[in-house]
């Protein structure tokens, strides 16, 4: 039996991984859409497994500290992480695996996981970028600056990755995902 | 700009490749397809320049010398080969080329201009490839067997091909090609 193939969808806050994801699961029940861990407290409505597997602060530094995580990283004091141990088993039985992860978590699985196929997630350009963040009218102007600027340095990691889409309309973006879900299992050296 | 990708379509007599072609060629005129060159006579119909480019075995020979073939091959005592110049010419402009070509001069090519994609069309199986070859009604039964032979020891060199796509229905397995085209060209490396 073939090994499933681990997919990593990232790429700078605004580009739209989400949109195009949303565009991209409902096609692919059968494959296994990783959570992550945090130690942050669910919010209301948020159950354990299904959003997130929660887990104490000590958990989650024992788990890291056994090289329990593909990749982790602390945002405003809460740790977050993509469990190993459920991502591997999956790969063994032959399930294809997709995981959403944020830029430097990528470059970590990039590390412990040089087989995966990492998809960088571009917007079509600085100036639309600027425009959807600021059209969400959720942050405030300096947040959307500080937001610019890590995506001008995340833009600059795009070359790391096996394949680059530029998400200009989300449905077009995903048909691309698609494209190289179908053919990166069509590659001879998957084929045994 | 960036450089054309060389797309190689090969497989054993009887896989299919030209079927899948008729399926996948109209939707990309913009790719050029190139022609072979052979020493062969004319028949009745064909062109110069169309079908083939038609050459002396002198001309043949000499362009062969110079190195100006990214393959060739005999058969029955007739040329056959893959100008270098006019597919370079197009790759350097940025137009991807396709060039359909039996097992062995795909190794050549794969010697040659090993930045090329090489996508093995297999049967299902060898069952079905003896069906395909009987119901074609074209040949005798030696001829068959001679095929089906042949048709063993390059199933066997399929390992060597970026890509391997099985050819049940021709439709589909266009399909898997146009993943590939889409995929490639998605490839980080070839944004610049």
Redesign the interface.
Known sequence: MNKGVLFLVSGPSGAGKGTVLKNFLPKHPDMFYSISATTRAPRPGEENGVQYYFMTAAEFEKLRMEGGFLESATFCGNSYGTPRAAVMEKLEKGIDVLLEIEVQGALQVMENYPEGIFI?IAPPSMDELRTRLVGRQTEEASVIETRLARAEEEMAL????????VNDIAERAA??L???L???K???AR?K
Chains 1, 2 share one sequence.
Not at 158 to 165: F, P, S
């Open positions: 960088f795009a070359e790391k990755y096996t394949y680059i889409v048909e691309d698609e494209a190289i179908v053919a990166e069509l590659r001879t084929r």
